[in-house]
T-cell receptor, first 117, second 114 residues
Framework: AQSVAQPEDQVNVAEGNPLTVKCTYSVSGNPYLFWYVQYPNRGLQFLLK??????LVKGSYGFEAEFNKSQTSFHLKKPSALVSDSALYFCAVRDIRATDSWGKLQFGAGTQVVVTP | GAGVSQSPSNKVTEKGKDVELRCDPI?????LYWYRQSLGQGLEFLIYFQGNSAPDKSGLPSDRFSAERTGGSVSTLTIQRTQQEDSAVYLCASSFIQGSHEQYFGPGTRLTVT
């Protein structure tokens, strides 16, 4: 079984400050990990993914995420937040050996990010 | 097309009526997924299609919900005898079945059952 936890319902940050959105996961094998962003009244947009290789992955809009196997975490980060980053962020995981679920992703509950001017 | 498209964007229906929601995936994507997102909630998996294999229907909440995918492309999600608790945004996504499977989402259909 695979699961994802996003421990914070909401993150508040001032514009220009660093932004971190936390995600921890649980899989029986090795994970594929993803971050998505949802702007109001829009579908989800793919931000970045970790498959293998470097633990720090870079994605769209200046976001990056660090894979930490020992802590089973995949926190999303941005060095300097913008007001336009205010949105709902979802972490997702897939066990690469889960032959019974193929591409089906397990999504976290989402974290609302509010960036104030 | 350039992305996943869904229609209609909004649907208001009376309780007890049937509705059909349409999804047109990215060309070449052989996997297609349906999710439901209720107000303030996360994503609830409903069903997914993988190539020509039997669909995974494990997330469908009741037998009033069904989906089909014709010709390996367009998919229709049907909700029969709609109830007020069916009100939600229905999201469709597609992906390749090889590689890392990142899913690309459509804009969603907002369903309101009155």
């Amino acid at each position: 079984a695979q699961s994802v936890a996003q421990p914070e319902d909401q993150v508040n940050v001032a514009e220009g400050n660093p932004l971190t959105v936390k995600c921890t996961y649980s899989v029986s094998g090795n994970p594929y990990l993803f971050w998505y962003v949802q702007y109001p009244n829009r579908g989800l947009q793919f931000l970045l993914k970790y498959i293998t290789g470097d633990n720090l992955v870079k994605g769209s809009y200046g976001f990056e995420a660090e894979f930490n196997k020992s802590q089973t975490s995949f926190h999303l980060k941005k060095p300097s937040a913008l007001v336009s980053d205010s949105a709902l962020y979802f972490c997702a995981v897939r066990d690469i050996r889960a032959t019974d679920s193929w591409g089906k992703l397990q999504f976290g509950a989402g974290t609302q990010v509010v960036v104030t001017p | 097309g350039a992305g996943v498209s869904q229609s209609p964007s909004n649907k208001v229906t009376e309780k007890g009526k049937d509705v059909e929601l349409r999804c047109d995936p990215i060309s070449g994507h052989t996997a297609l997924y349906w999710y439901r997102q209720s107000l303030g909630q996360g994503l609830e998996f409903l069903i997914y299609f993988q190539g020509n294999s039997a669909p995974d229907k494990s997330g469908l909440p009741s037998d009033r919900f069904s989906a089909e995918r014709t010709g390996g492309s367009v998919s229709t999600l049907t909700i029969q005898r709609t109830q007020q608790e069916d009100s939600a945004v229905y999201l469709c996504a597609s992906s390749f079945i090889q590689g890392s499977h990142e899913q690309y989402f459509g804009p969603g259909t907002r369903l309101t059952v009155t």
